[in-house]
Nanobody, 124 residues
Framework: QVHLLESGGGLVQAGGSLRLSCAAS????????MGWFRQAPGKEREFVTS????????YYADSVKGRFTISRDNAKNTMYLQMNSLKPEDTAVYYC?????????????????WGQGTQVTVSS
């Protein structure tokens, strides 16, 4: 069982930056592939980005490619999402996700564990 806790959300103007963090309770954090999803009001939860166990491989949804960067620090049991050049359409609740095996793009059913989410609001 992995417990995930996101932090770092908030309100930012368009063009600004935020960094989200996801802290995991599990000491074998490096055994899990990690990812981020987001859910905007009235929309389905969607995949944003993923990272493999070592951090050597990452994958991004087209909508965030070139603006967002996923990373992890296995020594700190923490994953990060650096979000630059934010747009109003990035407004959503952002969820940290974990699974046992890595693949580039995740569906909802691929996720083994979820965080509780953190709100990101981008004003125009």
């Amino acid at each position: 069982q992995v417990h995930l806790l996101e932090s770092g959300g908030g309100l930012v103007q368009a063009g600004g930056s935020l960094r989200l963090s996801c802290a995991a309770s599990e000491r074998t954090f490096s055994n899990y592939a990690m990812g981020w999803f987001r859910q905007a009001p009235g929309k389905e939860r969607e995949f944003v980005t993923s990272i493999n166990r070592s951090g050597a491989r990452t994958y991004y949804a087209d909508s965030v490619k070139g603006r967002f960067t996923i990373s992890r620090d296995n020594a700190k049991n923490t994953m990060y999402l650096q979000m630059n050049s934010l747009k109003p359409e990035d407004t959503a609740v952002y969820y940290c996700a974990a699974r046992n095996y890595y693949s580039d793009r995740w569906s909802l059913k691929d996720v083994g564990w979820w965080g509780q989410g953190t709100q990101v609001t981008v004003s125009s």
